[in-house]
């Protein structure tokens, strides 16, 4: 599966932007170090090219922040690595510990506004929860997991996440992979962000058939009345099925968001 995007390192960038620098500072406060930067770029076209799928004025908030690099943070005890950027308004904060069973643990703070969406979702996706869309890529039972915390405090995140971490690799019978250098944070971030784009086309992929399923049971119940020589209610279903299709897949679409737990991509 190829990636939609590719995190580089550009730790040795002459761009010194930073979002959110004093959430940067709290990190560092804690005893975090600075272990580089690095910024997702587009695998095929450019930034623009994905800005343009939003209205305008979301469109200038993407692009103002797209490109500027995200501080990569290792903890003091080299057990996990931070990450703060800026996300639709707000800071997104995320701490990450690689296990070394490959797994992954994920404590990161909860948005305070819902993503952007493009143009084409945006008429689909009116109601958004936060929540469970923070965690729809959590899969414990296959290598990563991903709990939310509710503060703005980044001292008890990173406890949430120490207890988070415990919890798990106890559960797993595996120990913490320690974090060495920049490469290896942007080699387990890339690895997060294919698992999120596996999770997302599985999702997507259940829209066809679902559509495809209403198509098959519409065509057979006219055919039936069709044969059953009720040509009249083969007509009439054969209409009010029509009519209902673009009710169905806005509903699907509106609907079918996130999977549940057990069908969702492995991560390792």
Not at 96 to 107: K, Y
Not at 155 to 179: C, D, L, M, N
Request: with cysteine; hydrophobic share 45%; proline share 6%.
């Amino acid at each position: 599966m190829s990636d939609l995007a590719r995190l580089i390192d550009v730790t040795d960038s002459t761009d010194q932007r930073v979002d959110y620098p004093e959430i940067v500072d709290e990190f560092l406060d804690m005893g975090f170090t600075r272990l580089g930067r690095a910024v997702l770029v587009p695998t095929e076209g450019t930034h623009e090219d994905t800005a343009a799928d939003y209205e305008p004025a979301l469109e200038a908030k993407y692009l103002a922040h797209c490109d500027v690099p995200t501080p990569m943070l290792r903890a003091p005890d080299g057990s996990a690595f931070a990450e703060v950027s800026w996300f639709w308004d707000a800071p997104s904060v995320r701490i990450r510990t690689e296990l070394a069973d490959g797994s992954a643990v994920e404590t990161n703070r909860r948005w305070e506004n819902p993503p952007g969406l493009p143009t084409q979702l945006a008429k689909f996706w009116k109601r958004f929860d936060i929540d469970k869309d923070m965690i729809k890529r959590s899969a414990p039972h296959a290598g990563r997991s991903v709990e939310i915390v509710s503060t703005g405090d980044s001292a008890v995140q990173w406890r949430h996440h120490q207890h988070h971490v415990e919890r798990y690799a106890s559960q797993r019978g595996t120990a913490i992979k320690p974090v060495n250098n920049v490469e290896q944070s942007i080699d387990l971030a890339q690895r997060l962000f294919r698992h999120d784009t596996a999770v997302e086309r599985r999702t997507v992929g259940l829209w066809i058939p679902v559509i495809l399923a209403y198509g098959v049971v519409g065509i057979a119940l006219v055919l039936a009345l069709g044969f059953a020589g009720q040509r009249t209610a083969a007509i009439g279903s054969a209409l009010v099925l029509a009519l209902l299709t673009p009710v169905l897949v806005y509903t699907v679409i509106s609907r079918v968001r996130i999977l549940p737990e057990r069908w969702r991509p492995p991560f390792v």
